[in-house]
């Protein structure tokens, strides 16, 4: 994903209609810091805030994003107070990496989605023999959840242009399940990156992704039913 | 600089809200100095027209220049995280006897849940050991909206006044209503030395003062808006502020509420008339049990929440969890927490690929009879694996003095032990330059490892006094190391580029064979920042690797391990050989590994060069 230049001011929303959600929807984003989580989630709260709804997104910088973990907490609804989910109330988690998919998935409610990154990256506590990685982190996450979509994100992204697409193409998957609009999605990544052409590829890249999970197998829950 | 939106709502960071309350404040001078999680809001502030934005060497400093802007009559603003005040306090304990002339407003982000930081103290106590007001936004909008009344207040009242932040409210993004900024006001300065000069004889006059503006601001805090009770179901009455009112919201939606946005001075009439109509009383704040005991003080009697924990950063779910063992019905029972079992590995921070700092690592941890004491940065991953090469950290600024108290300790043990100080740029810029005076002033036998990345690397990569670059992009003139090291009376200095691995070796040797305060400036860039100059990435030939897991003693994370054997060895005992493979998008082309390969199995990518001498990098 490339790097938004933007000042916050110049992004401007106008008042949308929220008619589409009840309750608090909650999204977790989670990867590697240098993967783009931050940015991906900028997006959704972005796309959510056209939509008229109140955003709250809620993520940790500093020493704890150099090479380790990286989550982004998106809270969407009527009237969000808390920015963080609390653990087994995620309705969607969106995994940049298969061994974070397993760190992260028992925050997911029962019958929640989670869409993973078909990549392993191994820390060097793992490649200096401290730590194991595990074998199969998406056989294992299979037993677990409710609706389990792995996307070849890197190969997807390939596909669509450039391998730092990877993150636009998890949106888009995302947004298959998300009850957000896809013009808002559109206007979010057309405001987030400045210029056209980065924008376009980006588009590009979060219609593949969306594409992708639309047309795979299981369906996939309806993440609009939201609990609280 | 195209004129910012003065009308709409955006999506915005505490830390970015705060600083569009400064300039809707009409603030004309903010200093600060990067520390995670208040980072961003001079980022911010410096983006806005019309305004003069700085990097300060350190958080007194940056204190001090926003209280000159103050006593020259302009509104001005200082933020800093929450051990950043601990460097301001010598300041702010003064500058409460003072006062402002035109209002002065103190921004501290306290790291509740330690999560860039090396203690998790509350910045409350602060406001009350230097007896000036402390307003807590729980959201961002507040946090723009409560800068303006602090100006109002710091003015009204004479006053500098703190704001506290906490991580999730600096790095929550919210929505925020946008306004217009009126024309920045200016006073001057006035030549009134009983308030300005705080000799013996005005500060004795001044103390009284003090003591009635808290008089003064407790009656204020009963009126302020900021202070309001949210009457709902009047059996349970709650007292909260910033991110624990909106966990304990959540949690008892019913509830009665007394949300305290000046949360010091407590607002005793408005706290009293509360408590006097719910019929329990509950207080729910982050960290300290401030607000709890003061008003047990007041006599109130108040129903414990029980076990609210007073270590690391309130959830939604451990307030619930509180309050739900506290009998109180909350709206969600909270769930069983994850089993870790299931976890897999820890990912903790790691260097960045090619970093300087680990040409130095390296060859540190290679020499086991060092005592390095450490500092704040990236660097004090040097701790960690493959290195182990930091032994201890404290504060800014630290390494020095703990490596003079270290040295001198062993000498009058009569025994010799070799001490390493190892620093960052800015840190030793921040705080290091005066223990390595008192080092050269009291003979210290150290040597001071100054890694010179040219940024402040940890907080994202802002500029300092080294720099030559400032915080609103003006060039400077950057600090000569070498020459300052040298002006504090260091006669041993070297320069050494931490990508050649013999020459630090041979710079670590040389320096700890001097008797003498000796210094080892580093000359290469953070790889995240524009000077520096990523390389061709290079290979593994996988034949030609032999498995012995040298090249991971760099600890470069592009550095993979691809398959793993044991080998019987001829002497009976079993070792494991490690394969690897080098991630080519992750590779900086730094060649710290190159240099550890014995078998020259690294070579750049894509070359067909095989067991021949790499190519010198270029940067």
């Known amino acids: 994903m490339m790097e938004p230049q933007m000042n916050a001011d110049e992004r401007q929303y106008p008042k949308g209609n929220s008619s589409g959600l009840s309750g608090t929807l909650n999204v977790l984003l989670a990867g590697i810091g240098g993967q783009g989580v931050l940015t991906a989630s900028e997006l959704l709260a972005e796309a959510a805030v056209r939509g008229g709804y109140d955003v709250k997104k809620s993520e940790v910088h500093g020493m704890a994003q150099r090479g380790g973990v990286v989550t982004s907490h998106v809270r969407i609804g009527r009237k969000v107070y808390s920015p963080i989910i609390s653990s087994g109330e995620v309705d969607v988690l969106v995994a940049f990496e298969e061994a974070e998919a397993l760190r992260w998935q028992p925050e997911l409610r029962p019958g929640g989605t989670l869409i993973v990154n078909c990549l392993r990256v191994a820390p060097p506590v793992v490649n200096l023999g401290l730590f194991k990685y595990p074998d199969d982190p998406l056989a294992s996450l299979r037993a677990f959840t409710g609706s389990f979509l792995p996307v070849e994100a890197s190969a997807l992204a390939v596909e669509a242009g450039s391998p730092r697409l990877a993150g636009t193409i998890l949106m888009g998957a995302a947004a298959a399940v998300l009850p957000l609009p896809v013009e808002d999605w559109e206007a979010a990544i057309r405001t987030r990156f400045g210029t056209a052409e980065v924008a376009d590829q980006n588009l590009k890249g979060f219609h593949r992704g969306r594409e992708y999970a639309l047309s795979h197998k299981p369906p996939l829950g309806d993440a609009s039913e939201t609990r609280g | 600089m195209t004129a910012p939106a003065t009308t709409g709502r955006v999506l915005m960071s505490g830390n970015e809200a705060v600083a569009r309350g400064a300039w809707e404040a009409g603030v004309t001078v903010a200093s600060s100095y990067p520390g995670t999680p208040a980072t961003e809001i001079l980022e911010a502030f410096a983006r806005y027209p019309d305004v003069y934005a700085e990097w300060a060497p350190n ?249 609210l924990p007073r270590t690391g950063e309130l959830t939604p779910q451990r307030v619930r969890a509180a309050l739900d063992g506290a009998g109180l019905a909350v709206a969600e029972a909270p769930s069983a927490p994850p089993d870790l079992e299931m976890l897999p590995f820890p990912r903790p921070p790691t260097l960045c690929a090619g970093c300087p700092h680990m040409g130095v690592f390296y060859t540190l941890g290679k020499m086991k009879d060092l005592v390095i004491t450490g500092d704040i940065g990236c660097y004090t991953l040097g701790v960690g694996s493959p290195w182990n090469a930091t032994h201890t950290c404290v504060c800014m600024g630290a390494s020095l003095g703990n490596a003079l108290g270290i040295e001198k300790a062993y000498r009058m043990a009569k025994k010799e032990q070799k001490v390493i100080a190892m620093i960052g740029d800015s840190t030793f810029l921040h705080s290091g330059m005066t223990g390595l005076l008192d080092i050269v002033y009291n003979g210290g036998n150290v040597t001071v490892f100054i890694l010179d990345n040219r940024t402040v690397g940890m907080t994202g990569g802002q500029d300092h006094p080294g720099t030559g670059v400032t915080l609103q992009e003006e060039k400077s003139k950057p600090v000569d190391f070498v020459a300052l090291c040298k002006a504090l009376g260091v006669e041993h200095v070297q320069l050494v580029d931490p990508y050649r691995l013999p020459d630090v070796y041979k710079a670590v040797k040389e320096a700890l064979a001097y008797r003498g305060p000796s210094v080892i400036i580093t000359n290469q860039p953070c790889v995240l920042i524009e000077e520096f100059h990523r390389t061709q990435p290079y290979e593994v030939l996988d034949d030609l690797c032999n498995g012995c897991g040298a090249c991971l003693k760099t600890g470069c994370p592009a550095i993979q391990v691809i398959r793993r054997e044991v080998v019987r060895l001829p002497n009976g005992r079993d070792k494991e050989l490690t394969y690897v493979t080098i991630d080519p998008m992750g590779c900086n082309g730094c060649d710290l590994c190159v240099q550890t390969c014995g078998p020259k199995a690294i070579v750049p990518l894509g070359s067909s060069a095989r067991a021949t001498s790499p190519v010198e990098p270029q940067r």
């Open chain 2, 59 to 307: 958080e007194k400093v940056a204190f001090e220049v926003a209280m000159g802007a103050s006593l020259a009559g302009a509104r001005s603003l200082v933020s800093m995280k929450h051990v950043g005040l601990n460097v301001a306090a010598d300041p702010l304990m003064t500058a409460s006897y003072i006062g402002v002339r035109g209002g002065f407003v103190i921004v501290v982000s306290d790291d509740v849940g330690m999560g860039s930081s090396q203690n998790a103290q509350d910045t409350r106590y602060f406001a009350r050991f230097a007896k000036v007001p402390l307003f807590e936004p729980s959201d961002s909008q507040e946090a723009k909206t409560f800068v303006s009344e602090a100006f109002r207040l710091s003015e009204r009242m004479d006053t500098p006044v703190i704001i506290r932040l906490t991580t999730r409210i600096s790095h929550v993004k919210g929505l925020v209503d946008l306004a217009d900024r009126p024309e920045p006001p200016f006073l001057g300065f006035s030549k009134d030395p009983a308030r300005y000069v705080i000799l013996p004889a005005h500060a004795r006059k001044k103390h009284p003062k003090v003591l009635q503006r808290m008089k003064d601001l407790v009656r204020l805090a009963d009126e302020s808006p900021l202070n309001a009770i949210e009457w709902g179901d009047r059996e349970i009455g709650v007292i909260a502020s910033g991110p624990a009112y909106v966990y304990a919201r959540e949690a008892l939606p019913d509830a009665s509420f007394l949300k305290l946005g000046l949360s010091f001075p407590l607002a005793e009439g408005l706290i009293r008339e509360f408590a006097s109509k719910v019929t329990r009383l509950y207080i729910v704040e982050e960290l300290e049990g401030l607000v709890e005991a003061d008003v047990l003080a007041m006599g109130i009697r108040v129903d414990s929440v029980g076990k």
